[in-house]
């Protein structure tokens, strides 16, 4: 959140014309959508499991699979990349 602060307030004071805090803004609030998300799902999984998991693959799949390979871990890899392949045909 730190990092996300100190690239906006450079973006903003650069006027976006410095590229880096443009690309720095960005994978910040990258990772905190996939940081807002894991921890909903977690949090939802302690009640209910399968509820959990559905949010966390939905967001995963629809939105952000590239994703897949940064924060899921790799047992659970493999599940994707099945279903990717059952998707696609």
Do not use: H
Request: net charge positive; aromatic share 16%.
């Amino acid at each position: 959140m730190v990092l996300f602060f100190l690239a906006s307030l450079g973006a903003m004071l650069s006027f976006g014309r410095i590229p880096f805090f443009l690309k720095l803004q960005s994978k910040c609030w990258l990772a905190i959508k996939r940081s807002f998300v894991c921890a909903l799902a977690l949090m939802t999984a302690v009640f209910s499991p399968a509820f959990g998991i559905m949010i966390a693959c939905t967001y995963f799949l629809m939105y952000d699979k590239t994703g897949i390979e940064e924060i899921v871990p790799e047992s659970l890899q493999d599940q994707f990349r099945e279903f990717f392949n059952t998707t696609d045909k």
